[in-house]
C-alpha cells in the first residue's frame, strides 16, 4: 500500500504563490503517476494535473495550465504543484493521488490540504 503525505498549503494573498508538496511511501514500485486535484467548498473536485514518474511527462487540465506548474523529485519520491499567480477562485483543498500501474486508476489519496487566497 501507498502513502502520501502533503504539506505546503495556508493563507495566501491574491497574487502570490505557493508551493505544495505529495511524499510518497510503501509500495511505490507499484506507482505509474501523481496527479493533484482540488475541491473548493460546495464544488466538484476537479483535475489540476498529472506526472508520471518515469519520464516526468505531465498533463494539465485547462482552469491552471499556465499557472500551475508539477514537477517530481524521484529520489525523494515526491511531487509538487508550483502555484503562481494565485487568486481568489484557486481557493480550495487540495489533494494528491496516487496511479497505480496497473489499473492505471488513482487508488491512493492523500489527506488534503487547505489553500485560502484572499483578495
Known amino acids: 500500500q501507498v502513502q502520501l503525505v502533503e504539506s505546503g498549503g495556508g493563507l495566501v494573498q491574491a497574487g502570490g504563490s505557493l508551493r505544495l508538496s505529495c511524499a510518497a511511501s510503501g509500495r511505490t514500485d507499484s506507482s505509474y503517476a501523481m496527479g493533484w486535484f482540488r475541491q473548493a467548498s460546495g464544488k466538484e473536485r476537479e483535475f489540476i494535473g498529472s506526472?508520471?514518474?518515469?519520464?516526468?511527462?505531465?498533463y494539465y487540465g485547462t482552469s491552471t495550465k499556465g499557472r500551475f506548474t508539477i514537477s517530481r523529485d524521484n529520489a525523494k519520491n515526491t511531487v509538487y504543484l508550483q502555484m503562481n499567480s494565485l487568486k481568489p477562485e484557486d481557493t480550495a483543498v487540495y489533494y494528491c493521488?496516487?496511479?497505480?500501474?496497473?489499473?492505471?486508476?488513482?487508488?491512493?489519496w492523500g489527506q488534503g490540504t487547505q489553500v485560502t487566497v484572499s483578495s
Open positions: 506526472i508520471s514518474w518515469s519520464y516526468g511527462n505531465t
Open positions: 493521488a496516487h496511479m497505480n500501474g496497473a489499473t492505471m486508476e488513482y487508488d491512493v
